[in-house]
């Protein structure tokens, strides 16, 4: 259902992203991400790594990793996705927010809200 290409909106030195290897439907969990927490008392030793650019806020006290492809994503303003954070499963579930077609990229809001349009953490000053 998804695989990592090479994504012309990454300029990070991999430039990947997430697309869709068939059509998926509105709706559809397309990916399922365990998370790795910590609290975020520990966050300024990752904010020294490349790791800071892909932490995520989980819940109040803590911050994630995400394994699978769920640091993959990349962002947009205008998402086919969106993602709903799983306490109980440890997980960050990825949903197609529109219907996504074969080949296209899967891009997520990283604000959390398909429709914030405030600037990112890295775009601010």
């Known amino acids: 259902m998804i695989e990592v ?3 012309s909106l990454s300029d990070g030195e991999f430039n990947r992203g997430v697309f869709a290897t068939c059509d998926i439907a509105k709706g559809t969990m397309v990916h399922e991400a365990p998370v ?3 609290p975020n ?3 300024p030793h990752i904010e020294k790594t490349l790791l800071s650019d892909y932490a995520f ?3 109040i006290n803590h911050t994630a990793i995400l394994l699978g492809y769920g640091m993959l994503f990349n962002h947009s303003y ?3 996705a969106t993602y709903e954070i799983s306490f109980e499963k440890h997980t960050f579930d990825f949903f197609a927010y529109t219907d996504i ?3 296209e ?3 997520i ?3 959390g809200d398909e429709n914030d349009k405030e600037l990112l953490w890295f775009d601010q000053e």
């Open 5 to 7: 290409k090479t994504s």
């Open 78 to 80: 205008e998402p086919n």
């Open 105 to 107: 990229e899967i891009l």
């Open 57 to 59: 806020e989980y819940g």
């Open 36 to 38: 790795i927490a910590y």
């Open 109 to 111: 809001n990283y604000n």
């Open 101 to 103: 077609k074969a080949g």
């Open 41 to 43: 008392d520990q966050h």
